[in-house]
């Protein structure tokens, strides 16, 4: 009797060496992917999936497994930590000579402000066990910019005034129209004698930096362009996951903008097309102290440019108040404390709420504690309202 199962042609396998070899390494690729995904603790959904992506699509499935797979967020992030706790040090190291005047003093002690009673004063106190570095600030004024069409001739206003220096970061930019008239102003302003610190993500920017975009600003005198990244194969480091999506300008320290609008011609209206629905902020008082030092947090980490350079009074200078909207700046980043810090904060106020809820976003992912939040919310009778894209522009954050 002759059991049913796989025929394998001996001459034909000794006829194609290639074919063993090329199944050594694939099996042997599963059994390491295998290894690390029941070795390391994660969730079990997540690890079936790698598991059936490494043995399905051979050599492709591991090496996606080695690029997205494999959470190097804690090496990373402690190497950012450090960098971090370094600038503070030297922040703190520095309150007896230009910076209590311009920043410890006229932010953390004139313009800290108290949330009124009922919900804001108890999300704010259990804020300030989570971010005792970064006060709720009064003395501000903000104000909503919709689309490009709204926030884009602000911001290049803004960068037209500045006489001392601009600092802009953004995720996404590209070789557009959008992307060339603020590449072009900012390089003016530079020749000009303005201090410029330009910084972009080199993968959301990816296509503009193999195009060539950026290679014409570097040399330009005044005018610093650095690209974020953490991925580098020559030194093993395959995270190509771990970005920096800010998007931030300060100009002269007094006038700020940020919110989710990148540099390109999608967010404005373009021969009659409508633009990409997203929001970014204007704002001026002290708070712009906190996002220039979280600027300047992210340009140490890049560049190792010296502290002394970067923590002085030329680019904290002293702000009075000039509106009444109190804000205080809750930094994400792949840092422990960071990734903690964000999620505890959307769970408290999801937690708290008594009346309603609104959310717009236009990939949502949310982790279950999320969910379970909203969901809960709803229970209790808050109004609940989720507003996502009808027509999402990544398809697997559609679904």
């Known amino acids: 009797m002759t059991l049913p199962g796989p025929v394998l042609n001996i001459d034909d396998a000794q006829g194609s060496p290639w074919i063993w070899l090329d199944w050594t390494f694939h099996v042997l690729a599963f059994v390491l992917v295998c290894y690390h995904c029941l070795k390391t603790r994660r969730e079990a959904a997540s690890t079936l999936l790698w598991i059936f992506v490494a043995w399905t699509f051979p050599l492709l499935g591991p090496f996606a497994y080695l690029c997205f797979g494999i959470d190097r967020v804690p ?11 370094k600038l503070l040090a030297e922040r703190k190291a520095r309150e007896d000579e230009a910076l209590p005047l311009a920043y410890w003093q006229s932010v953390h002690e004139t313009v800290a402000a108290e949330a009124p ?11 300030n066990s989570l971010l005792p ?37 953004c995720f996404l930019v590209r070789n557009d129209h959008t ?8 390089a003016e302003k530079a020749r000009a004698g303005v201090a410029v610190r330009f910084m972009f993500d080199r993968f959301g920017s990816g296509y503009a930096l193999l195009g060539g975009f950026f290679r014409k ?18 030194k093993r480091q395959f995270q ?18 940020f919110g989710g609008i990148n540099l390109h011609d999608d967010h404005r209206t373009t021969d009659g097309r409508p633009p990409i629905r997203d929001y970014h ?54 840092t422990f404390t960071e990734r903690e810090v964000i999620s505890d904060v959307f769970f408290m106020a999801l937690t708290a709420s008594h009346k309603q809820i609104l959310v717009v976003t236009p990939y949502c992912a949310p982790s279950r504690d999320i969910v379970h939040a909203l969901r809960a919310a709803a229970l209790r009778g808050v109004d609940v309202r989720l507003v996502v894209p009808g027509e999402n522009n990544h398809v697997y954050a559609g679904l």
Do not use: C
């Open 133 to 169: 570095e970064y006060p709720l600030l009064g003395g501000n004024e903000i104000r909503p910019l919709v689309d490009g069409d709204e926030a884009y001739p602000a911001m290049l206003d803004a960068i037209r005034r500045a006489r001392r220096h601009v600092h802009l970061q």
């Open 179 to 186: 992307g060339r008239e603020f590449l072009d102003l900012l």
């Open 75 to 85: 090496d990373k992030a402690f190497k950012k930590q450090v960098k971090d706790q």
């Open 281 to 334: 902020f204007s704002v001026r008082g002290p708070i712009i102290q906190e996002l220039q030092y979280s600027f300047m947090r992210d340009w140490y980490f890049m560049t190792d440019e010296d502290p002394e350079e970067l923590l002085t009074e030329v680019y904290f200078p002293h702000l009075p108040a000039v509106g009444q909207a109190m804000i205080r700046l809750v930094n994400s980043g792949p």
């Open 240 to 257: 190509v996951n771990l970005r920096n999506h800010r998007k931030v300008l300060i100009a002269d320290g007094r006038e700020a903008f």
């Open 217 to 234: 600003y570097r040399g330009i005198p005044n005018m610093q362009v650095s690209g974020w990244t953490q991925a580098n194969p020559l």
């Open 117 to 127: 009673p009922g919900l804001g004063r108890d999300l704010d106190r259990s804020m």
